[in-house]
């Protein structure tokens, strides 16, 4: 998918921590019948690989790192 163009956004609570951030772009386009994507980005690598998201794969995720899902420790 092409994400030239693209508007990312970061969270408001992401300043101060040296970058160390994930950028956020809501995006048209098609996956599994959609009618926009949500695409995630290294805030510290922009041009590098960027996750996309259903909606409904978006919804599962931020839940899943909302219930700590993701945590390492």
């Known amino acids: 998918m092409d994400l030239t163009g693209a508007s990312w956004r970061k969270s408001s609570y992401s300043g101060g921590n040296g970058g160390a951030c994930v950028e956020v772009a809501v995006l048209p386009g098609s996956k599994?019948?959609?009618?926009?994507?949500?695409?995630?980005?290294?805030?510290?690598?922009?041009?590098?690989?960027?996750?996309?998201?259903t909606p409904d794969e978006w919804t599962a995720f931020t839940a899943g790192v909302l219930d700590g899902e993701f945590d390492l420790a």
């Not at 995630?40 to 922009?46: A, T, V, W």
């Open 32 to 53: 599994e019948g959609s009618d926009y994507v949500i695409a995630l980005r290294d805030s510290k690598n922009p041009e590098g690989p960027a996750l996309i998201f």
